[in-house]
């Protein structure tokens, strides 16, 4: 299994909103990522999670808040986002402290914000 | 500061005809280069993953090329296909204490058309 599953595919909330977007993976990785992405630009490093603990977060606003329960899981808790948050939000995940390390892709989730 | 660079920014080919793209880099301290694929609203997808030791690196009609010194790469596509048509982003990754961090291209966007 080489899959990153992320949940939900789309989805559209208003700026009151609390939402959450979810990252799954079963490949044993130790090290998970949330990335933003807008059109015709290259992702955007938010958090890295390395053995469950928060150790990257790119100065990214409180609105965002990430969280990670345990080794295969990792969300992204949404409040009071702005329309400027709207974009395809990618989860990804890598082994830790390996040369040759891979990262896998989720296939994203499209946030629409209005 | 870390970044990688690419050429053509985009590029149009006819199907069947071979295509190289390039990546220019830096990062320190380097880990590793990958070239991944990257459908319109999709995550990222693979290629090929090389080390600092690496100087060619096949997966079917994608070879990429590492030159570590001159800290240079190229993406050669051979026999292109209609499906080959998507983004193609250089990564490096440098080690950043127990996880990779991850720069990425701003990508080349490649259309085959017959």
């Known amino acids: 299994d080489t899959e990153v599953t992320q949940t939900p595919k789309h989805l559209v909330m208003g700026m009151t909103n609390k939402k959450s977007l979810k990252c799954e993976q079963h490949?044993?990785?130790?090290?998970m990522y949330w990335y933003k992405q807008k059109a015709k630009k290259p992702p955007e490093l938010m958090f890295v999670?390395?053995?469950?603990?928060?150790?990257i977060n790119e100065s990214v606003p409180s609105r965002f808040s990430p969280e990670c329960p345990n080794s295969s899981l990792l969300n992204l808790h949404l409040h009071a986002l702005q329309p400027e948050d709207s974009a395809l939000y990618l989860c990804?995940?890598?082994?830790?402290?390996?040369?040759?390390?891979?990262?896998?892709f989720g296939q994203g989730t499209r946030l629409t914000v209005v | 500061k870390n970044q990688v660079e690419q050429s053509p920014q985009s590029l149009i080919i006819l199907e069947g005809k071979n295509c190289t793209l390039q990546?220019?880099?830096?990062?320190?301290?380097?880990?590793?280069l990958r070239w991944y694929k990257q459908d319109t609203g999709r995550g990222p997808v693979s290629l090929t993953i090389?080390?600092?030791?690496?100087n060619t690196k096949s997966n079917g009609r994608y070879t990429a090329t590492l030159d570590a010194d001159t800290k240079q790469s190229s993406l050669h596509i051979t026999a292109s296909q209609l499906s080959d048509s998507a983004s193609y982003i250089c990564v490096v990754s440098a080690m950043a204490g127990t996880a990779s961090k991850l720069t990425f291209g701003t990508g080349t966007r490649l259309q085959v058309m017959l």
């Open positions: 090389m080390t600092f030791s690496e």
């Open positions: 990804a995940s890598s082994q830790t402290g390996q040369l040759n390390t891979e990262a896998f």
């Open positions: 990546c220019n880099y830096t990062v320190s301290p380097f880990s590793n």
């Open positions: 999670y390395s053995y469950e603990k928060l150790s």
């Open positions: 490949m044993g990785h130790r090290a």
